[in-house]
Nanobody, 129 residues
Framework: QLQLVESGGGLVQPGGSLRLSCAAS????????IGWFRQAPGKEREGVSCISRSDGSTYYADSVKGRFTIPRDTAKNTVYLQMNSLKPEDTAVYYC??????????????????????WGQGTQVTVSS
């Protein structure tokens, strides 16, 4: 079955860290651009961070620059979202998406409602004391 599965969400205190995983089954993530998106209750979906399939170029939303990174692990067929210095406003359901054709990479992050090839089911991140 071809699918993306996110994991790693949970409850964390402000200033803490979490690492989300986006794992693919049935296809190879290296051939896809990957985006992490989030949606908080009552808010629009937003692109958080994206990584290209070709040269590994990345894009980060201004709200997460310097705090989040998006590393790939080819051997594990997984892309991560490393989140540091978390803030309450980072609370949301986080989704990953994969697309074979999208370019340049910033387009993926600034257009979160496009129909990408694959979407995961989401994982909840709650930042609260």
């Amino acid at each position: 079955q071809l699918q993306l599965v996110e994991s790693g969400g949970g409850l964390v205190q402000p200033g803490g860290s979490l690492r989300l995983s986006c794992a693919a089954s049935g296809f190879t993530l290296d051939y896809y651009a990957i985006g992490w998106f989030r949606q908080a209750p009552g808010k629009e979906r937003e692109g958080v961070s994206c990584i290209s399939r070709s040269d590994g170029s990345t894009y980060y939303a201004d709200s997460v620059k310097g705090r989040f990174t998006i590393p790939r692990d080819t051997a594990k067929n997984t892309v991560y979202l490393q989140m540091n210095s978390l803030k309450p406003e980072d609370t949301a359901v986080y989704y990953c998406a994969a697309d074979r054709l999208i370019t340049p990479i910033q387009v993926m992050c600034i257009m979160p409602y496009l129909t990408y090839n694959y979407w995961g089911q989401g994982t909840q991140v709650t930042v609260s004391s």
